[in-house]
């Protein structure tokens, strides 16, 4: 795409906060905060001008502040960022956390209040209360010490990497070679990558073994039993409960894991071997070389571009203006954090991606799911204030999953063998699969950690192993290296970061097969639904959300096997 014709967003004229404040110095942010708190609201109209105002101040905060949090990542060396890092959530978070929750009870207190649109602020006002509820002035130095120890984590494993045959290889770049038709060598470099994440194994256990204490600390200052329950508040799931996740958990387990167990039969009988191993899981059974959908990051962002354009003009236009803005970064390297996100960035509108390529086809689903992030922040930056768009993990997961699976219409763009094509989307569908179980044992996991806080490092990683049992096909043989299956959640960085933020995934996959589902049917009726539920932000409670995609927020065992067995039919459309 000519980027010429590129209309680059700009930043919305500020009419509150000076384009000169320093936001990285309280005593600049303090005096706007004040201005609010002490501001008379004498009618609606006036608490409307009062909402944009701490909106455009709020949005100009989260700005820079996931800027810092970007610099960390790109660059896990960076001292400055560091130091801006710890800057941010010593002496600005906790001021910060005690004047917003001053401002959202005058908000709520206000006799104006109930003249606002209330189906429009229906979700904002239930969540504001809920984050009243939720506050109490002795966690706020604990949050701070809590994000502090949680940035650790991209600092260790940002380090990790492999010496094989003469070159230093980053965990991402050396799994490619886990595809590798050799098995030999797939040995080799699982057993070096494993080797070099269990020099950081206690390491992570210990930082695992701080976070839960202090998350727990945090929980029962609040008044809840345990982390489990205070989490399921401040992640505002207001529409199912632990127990719903618990019964969700058993259902995967009965419709899911019986279809991947004959899959990993099939692969053992397709690679002629007597027994599967770890590091068999990756390989093509086709014999044929690994997938390799692009050469560099330069054909990863072209050939996007091209394929989101051949989807809808909207979707292409914005991962071409992201390029344009430099807003992506995308390559492998040392001491770049691990994983990748897509990072609203509030007040342009404009998100950055973040990932680690190895050129390989895990590169294509990660840049098109981050991609489905991108055209959410895009579509919900249009909403008039910065509390409509902070949307649930359930919704937002919606947007990246959905886009994957829309996307395969024009994976020829990536594949212009018709066979590498079909390898390419089958192993998709069945990576699905996996994902379904992969997170309900990481969500069972979780809810057996915080629900026994005192536990040891040796029931942890037994428990892991448990559940890996319960979760993953029968038919792998870990035997000799069960020391590497215990420690498999060190691999997790939402356990260390972002606790919880996991079970959205298994929900918003359903949601996605059924939107895929109704693509399938009538494409341009599912993009425009697509578009339409994006759009809301978070204006909407999770189950309309999926109503208007066209879907639904459901996670009976019925609902889940209806979705199996299309998904199973459209894997044989491809055998």
């Given at each position: 795409m000519s980027t010429n014709n590129l209309a680059i967003p700009q930043r919305k004229q500020r009419t509150f906060v000076s384009d000169s404040i320093d936001l990285n110095s309280w005593d600049s942010i303090a005096p706007y905060y004040t201005a609010l708190d002490e501001r008379a609201v004498n009618n609606v109209e006036e608490l409307k001008q009062w909402l944009n105002d701490w909106s455009e101040l709020e949005t100009a905060l989260q700005e820079n502040s996931r800027w810092i949090y970007v610099r960390t990542t790109v660059d896990t060396t960076d001292e400055k960022a560091k130091a801006d890092q710890v800057n941010l959530?010593?002496?600005?978070?906790?001021?910060?956390?005690?004047?917003?929750?001053?401002?959202?009870?005058?908000?709520?207190?206000?006799?104006?209040?109930?003249?606002?649109?209330?189906?429009?602020?229906?979700?904002?006002?239930?969540?504001?209360?809920?984050?009243?509820?939720?506050?109490?002035?002795?966690?706020?130095?604990?949050?701070?010490?809590?994000?502090?120890?949680?940035?650790?984590?991209?600092?260790?494993?940002?380090?990790?990497?492999?010496?094989?045959?003469?070159?230093?290889?980053?965990?991402?770049?050396?799994?490619?070679?886990?595809?590798?038709?050799?098995?030999?060598?797939?040995?080799?470099?699982?057993?070096?990558?494993?080797?070099?994440?269990?020099?950081?194994?206690?390491?992570?256990?210990?930082?695992?073994?701080e976070l839960i204490a202090l998350r727990h600390k945090i929980a029962t200052n609040a008044g809840y039993k345990n982390y489990l329950e205070y989490r399921f508040a401040e992640l505002g799931r207001f529409d199912y409960t632990a127990e719903d996740c618990v019964q969700f958990h058993k259902s995967v387990e009965e419709t899911v894991i019986p279809v991947l167990n004959k899959l990993a039969e099939e692969r053992k009988a397709a690679l002629g071997l007597d027994k599967l191993r770890p590091w068999d899981a990756e390989v093509d059974t086709s014999g044929k070389p690994a997938l390799k959908p692009i050469s560099n990051v330069n054909e990863l962002v072209?050939?996007?571009?091209?394929?989101?354009?051949?989807?809808?003009?909207?979707?292409?236009?914005?991962?071409?203006?992201?390029?344009?803005?430099?807003?992506?970064?995308?390559?492998?390297?040392?001491?770049?954090?691990?994983?990748?996100?897509?990072?609203?960035?509030?007040?342009?509108?404009?998100?950055?991606?973040?990932?680690n390529s190895a050129n390989d086809e895990h590169d294509l689903i990660t840049m098109v799911h981050e991609g489905g992030h991108a055209i959410h922040t895009f579509l919900a930056h249009k909403l008039e204030l910065n509390m409509f768009k902070d949307v649930t993990s359930e919704i937002a997961e919606v947007a990246s999953m959905g886009m994957e699976l829309m996307s395969m219409e024009h994976w020829d763009m990536f594949y212009t063998n018709p066979d590498d094509l079909k390898r390419a989307k089958k192993n998709h569908l069945q990576y699905i699969l996996s994902i379904l179980a992969k997170t309900c044992q990481g969500d069972s996991f979780q809810h057996w950690m915080y629900t026994n806080p005192t536990h040891t490092v040796a029931e942890r990683r037994a428990k892991w192993a448990e559940l890996n049992a319960r979760f993953t096909p029968d038919v792998y043989d870990w035997n000799g290296i069960e020391h590497i299956l215990e420690t498999g959640y060190h691999r997790i960085l939402h356990f260390y970061v972002v606790p919880f933020y996991y079970i959205e995934y298994a929900f918003a996959q359903l949601g996605a097969l059924g939107l895929w589902k109704n693509f399938k049917q009538d494409k341009a009726k599912a993009i425009q639904d697509y578009k339409n539920a994006l759009s809301l932000g978070y204006t909407k409670s999770i189950p309309v959300f999926y109503e208007t995609a066209g879907t639904k927020f459901d996670f009976s065992k019925a609902h889940i096997s209806s979705l199996i067995e299309f998904l199973e039919s459209e894997v044989d459309k491809l055998k």
């Open positions: 959530y010593t002496k600005i978070y906790p001021h910060v956390i005690a004047i917003e929750n001053k401002l959202s009870k005058k908000f709520i207190d206000s006799p104006y209040t109930a003249e606002l649109d209330q189906e429009l602020f229906f979700t904002t006002l239930r969540k504001i209360k809920n984050q009243i509820s939720l506050f109490r002035e002795e966690n706020i130095p604990l949050d701070s010490e809590l994000n502090i120890k949680q940035s650790k984590y991209d600092e260790i494993t940002g380090a990790q990497s492999i010496t094989y045959k003469g070159n230093e290889l980053t965990v991402q770049q050396a799994a490619v070679y886990l595809k590798s038709n050799d098995r030999t060598e797939r040995e080799e470099v699982y057993k070096l990558i494993a080797d070099r994440r269990l020099q950081d194994a206690d390491t992570l256990d210990n930082l695992m073994t072209d050939k996007t571009i091209s394929a989101f354009n051949k989807l809808d003009p909207y979707f292409g236009e914005r991962i071409a203006i992201m390029n344009e803005m430099k807003y992506l970064d995308l390559d492998s390297r040392l001491h770049k954090g691990p994983g990748g996100y897509n990072m609203t960035m509030p007040e342009i509108g404009v998100p950055f991606i973040f990932m």
